[in-house]
């Protein structure tokens, strides 16, 4: 993943999220990628290098697992050694000068990267082993004999007799897999600034946006917008240093237009669970937690990252989101929450590094921060495994009894059961599963096992409201859609395959 927001799949948590695609507990790691362009981006000078507020003075001392860490251990269960590689070709020495890149403490001439066409060849090194026998370059006789697969441009394989073995399996996917692969390198566009465009205030009322092809139709000179990506310097640029031929134009429009939605996904998600809730953005200033935020929604992030939700709800009283997770990356957001309402018409993010119940306490409590309208979590991932689940459960308590109105987000049907079945193992009243209708557009390989089917983000939702009895007051009066439930699924029920809810 290029740009490394999303994406690719990891983890948010009380504890960490898990990797897009598995039920084992394998959250990723912000890709090499994505560390990669962050690097790069403040050496040479690609996009304008935001000024960093200070952190704050007190940290909590508690921490949750470490996502990154987890997903290079899965990475390693898929491929022996590929978690070295990554490390090596970022020019680290050890997991813990990843983690000093992702959280800011190193710049990218600690680690060699100094030019574009560095910045993509180390990029496509780390996807170099073979898809069948899963060797590395290191591991075969002659390092450069991984050829890739012409079709996809994604995998690769040691020789004929791998992907002979092979074909049956990824002829499935290889389709997709070449989408991935070109969004993948098309991603550094949101890094530059030129993905996503700008957008105008919506056109039809929020609840008449139905989903992606209603959101696209509202945007004017579409066509010329994205006219001007393509001929933008940037996309020059990577076409000129990714080692790879330049795709036709109508297949460029097309990834542009999935990373837009992969972009505005969290955000119109956020606006969706309003909606869900009748939480009305129009009648006073709102607050929205979002627990378990990594470095999938704060790398690289920017101020107005949100700001779509000002364009879903023209003169909305103000807005703040609070990035709330352990694993929150330095930058414009690492600012303190507000303890007063967010400014008229605007959205306001900022940030906590540390664990939901511990910023409940010091901050919610104390009156530091809001209490807030709507709590939203983006794959937080606790079906993954007891460790995980471990580190959410405070959270997850702390949801259900303050009766706060929570949205979670997950990959799969097969993950939305899993999910399911453990809140309703721990008493918590679902209001309502369904389809996300602006879930993202762009498909996700799971990074060590790319012949799977890709994975969307926010593919399900599930809204959740205090504990399961007594009835919630108020909760009749959601709003009636798609996947609203009239009675509470049972464990037994969600555990054998039945989702009435799901679109």
Not at 121 to 127: C, G, H, I, L
Not at 209 to 234: C, H, N, P, T
Not at 388 to 398: D, E, I, N, R, S
Request: proline share 9%; net charge positive; hydrophobic share 35%.
């Amino acid at each position: 993943m290029a740009g490394g927001r999303r994406r690719g799949g990891s983890g948010r948590r009380g504890a960490p999220r898990q990797h897009p695609g598995t039920l084992t507990p394998a959250p990723a790691p912000a890709s090499p990628s994505a560390t990669a362009t962050t690097m790069t981006q403040r050496n040479a000078g690609a996009a304008p290098k935001p000024g960093r507020t200070k952190k704050p003075a007190k940290e909590p001392a508690a921490r949750a697992p470490d996502v990154d860490s987890l997903g290079f251990q899965a990475m390693d269960r898929n491929v022996p050694g590929l978690s070295h590689v990554i490390l090596q070709k970022l020019n680290m020495k050890s997991y813990e000068d990843y983690k000093s890149a992702m959280d800011g403490r190193k710049s990218g001439s600690d680690f060699g990267i100094r030019t574009y066409f560095e910045m993509f060849q180390k990029m496509e090194d780390t996807f170099k082993f073979c898809a069948e026998c899963k060797k590395l370059p290191d591991a075969l006789p002659d390092p450069k004999s991984l050829r890739r697969c012409k079709r996809c441009q994604n995998v690769y394989y040691c020789g004929v007799a791998c992907q002979r073995a092979n074909w049956p399996l990824h002829k499935k996917f290889c389709k997709k897999l070449k989408l991935v692969a070109l969004d993948r390198l098309v991603e550094w566009l949101v890094f530059t600034g030129d993905i996503p465009f700008p957008t105008e205030t919506w056109t039809k009322p929020a609840w008449d946006v139905e989903g992606w092809e209603d959101w696209f139709s509202m945007q004017e000179q579409l066509e010329e917008k994205l006219g001007a990506i393509l001929a933008g310097r940037y996309m020059t640029l990577l076409w000129a240093n990714a080692g790879k031929p330049r795709p036709e134009d109508r297949e460029l429009r097309d990834s542009i237009r999935r990373l837009v939605t992969d972009f505005h996904s969290r955000p119109l998600t956020i606006g969706l669970g309003l909606r869900l809730f009748s939480i009305e953005p129009l009648a006073k200033a709102l607050t929205v937690h979002v627990v378990g935020a990594s470095h999938v929604e704060t790398l690289n992030a920017r101020l107005t990252d949100y700001d779509e939700l000002t364009r879903m709800f023209p003169g909305h009283r103000g807005m703040e989101v609070v990035m709330v997770g352990v694993d929150v990356v330095d930058g414009p957001i690492m600012r303190p929450p507000l303890a007063t309402p967010a400014p008229w018409g605007r959205v306001y993010l900022s940030s906590y590094k540390g664990l939901y119940h511990d910023f409940w306490e010091s901050h919610v409590e104390t009156k530091l921060a809001s209490r807030p309208d709507l709590v939203v979590g983006f794959h937080p991932g606790f079906h993954a495994c007891p460790d995980l689940l471990a580190g959410w459960l405070p959270t997850l308590l702390l949801l259900r009894d303050y009766r706060l109105p929570v949205l979670f987000t997950v990959y799969s049907e097969q993950e939305l059961k899993s999910s399911l079945q453990l809140l309703v193992e721990l008493e918590m009243h679902i209001m309502g599963y369904a389809t996300n209708p602006f879930a993202s557009l762009r498909p996700e390989q799971v990074y060590s096992s790319p012949n799977k089917a890709p994975v969307y983000c926010s593919s399900y939702y599930i809204a959740l409201l205090g504990p399961v009895a007594p009835a919630v007051p108020g909760a009749e009066d959601l709003e009636n859609g798609d996947g609203w439930l009239g009675e509470e699924p049972s464990a037994a029920g969600v555990a054998g395959g039945i989702t009435p809810g799901l679109a």
